[in-house]
């Protein structure tokens, strides 16, 4: 398995509905995470930082 949070994991860890962490992704570029090789996001600890803060 790859370091770092998938989606579902972010969500829990800062109270922001999945949907909410997507489209701030592709909206507005705030998140960048980094990729598996099946496609699956992976969010680092800046990147948990980054949505409290928001």
Not at 2 to 10: D, T, V
Not at 19 to 42: N, S
């Amino acid at each position: 398995m790859s370091p770092g949070l998938n989606i579902a994991a972010l969500s829990r860890r800062t109270g922001v509905a999945p949907d909410t962490l997507r489209k701030w992704e592709q909206r507005y570029r705030i998140l960048r995470p980094t990729r598996t090789a099946g496609g699956q996001r992976r969010y680092s600890e800046q990147d948990v930082d980054r949505v409290l803060w928001l």
